[in-house]
């Protein structure tokens, strides 16, 4: 299966010709811990001739000392490149290589099987067009194999190969490549996997990787190297729905103004009535121009410069589409989001949105329920932390021009930015606008508090020195950064208690001054003694998961 062409020799200008126009295929390798990833794409480029002979020497001479194959080549020693990797014989960060055959290109994205490295796996994943999921023969299903299967559909693969690895360690049993194979198909039944693929190998001994195995003749279909020469990947271009983001305007002198960036779906001629989102000016085509030459037609993934019939504005970060197939346009959109960070996910936060080449702030005002993905149970949740996934509601302070991610994932596709740290804590795949009666539902009490990162209650302080409590409760609890008042009303403990109520609503800690409690409270009121030394108790109780009940 190496490609060797003979016009390397000859022609070298006419090799990298034909070199540039061969399909590109991007596929990642992901799966459980030690279910041989490494090993697998070592194997791939190994078997395909595709090691120079010095790296090879070198991945011989480390497999001394960092190998886990007693005398023989360590194969994963070729992508575990970071020294934490060698040592602890796992994959960390994702790792990419590159090799070819006569038809096509390949990028492989191997990326870590560990749930701590979820979010690298996402990011490997995400420009991906084939997936290679690995399960060991041993093991069989494993909660990772799900989570990064359900990963794999929520990002939008189409193709997924079922590599059913480590079989030379179950006397390549066809019982047990069957029972695995069963056991996955019940699972993803419920995922939106449709063309999927189930391979028995051995990455270590080259089974079914680039030569089909004589120890499973019971096994007539492809091996993984034939599989991922000949898989269908054209189709999945979307070529209906014309999309351009805007990523530069080129202006090289006063007699030309052209609009550049990648075609990101659909495909664009010269004559097409075009719309510039999301200002809604119109014009039509004149011209598509690369470097070297002026095209009839311009489709995905081309990068070109589109010239326009008028002078109209429009810059980095506006989309051009075809004026007969509009996007949504909005603030407000509902989507999947993988977060990525220690830091939790709290709704209400602000955050840079950037979506293709649009860069807007916004935050999640609501997560509706976060996905179990080992179960693909639905869950509340009022944050998220790292590695979790949840169906959100983002709402923007400016409008973009977006699409369901299945549609089109450039315009589907957004992250999240730290505003602060500049680091991206989210990714999120949208799945529809959310303008509906049940997005626009009230503010609740709880909404309100948790964007304070505080209970919301009232604390009833008494006695004589009850005023001089309360202002040093105050201060307490503002250098600590709560949304704290105290309440100044004329009248009775009634009238002060239904005050209190409001800006309990409002997501306040409200610090109630008088003589007495009314009778009635509320499991939001904790009354207290006047005693200085009970502020430490009294923040202790704050910080509590459950408001606690009257004392």
Known sequence: MSHQSELIDQDIHAYLAQHEQKELLRFLTCGNVDDGKSTLIGRLLHDSKMIYEDHLAAIRKDSLKSGTTGGDVDLALLVDGLQAEREQGITIDVAYRYFSTARRKFIIADTPGHEQYTRNMATGASTCDLAIILVDARYGVQTQTRRHSYIVSLLGIRHIIVAINKMDLMDY???VFERIQADYAAFVDRLNLHDIHYIPMSALK??????????????????LMELLDTIEIARDQNLANPRFPV?????PHLDFRGYSGTVAAGI??????ITVLPSGKTSRIKSIVTSDATLAEAFPPQAVTLTLDDEIDASRGDLIVRSDDMPWVDTRFRAHIVWMTETPLVPGRQYYIKHTSRTVTGAVSRIHYRVDVNT???????????????LCDVTLNAPVAFDAYNLCKTTGAFILIDRLSNVTVGAGMIQDTATDAESWQRVSAEERAARFGQQAVSIWLTGTNRL????????ALFDRGYGVAIPEVDGTAEQLADVAWHLNEAGLICLCVADAPPPNLTVRDRVLPVDMSRVEEILEFLKADAVLGVS
């Open 173 to 175: 049993s066809q019982a």
């Open 206 to 223: 080259g089974d079914n990787v680039v030569n089909h195995s004589d120890s499973m003749p019971w096994y007539d279909g492809m091996a």
């Open 247 to 251: 990523q530069y305007v080129n202006r």
């Open 268 to 273: 664009f001629k010269p004559g097409d009535c």
């Open 376 to 390: 693909l149970e639905q869950h509340p949740a009022s944050h998220l932390q790292l590695n979790e996934i949840a």
């Open 468 to 475: 001089a409590l309360a202002h040093a409760l105050e201060r």
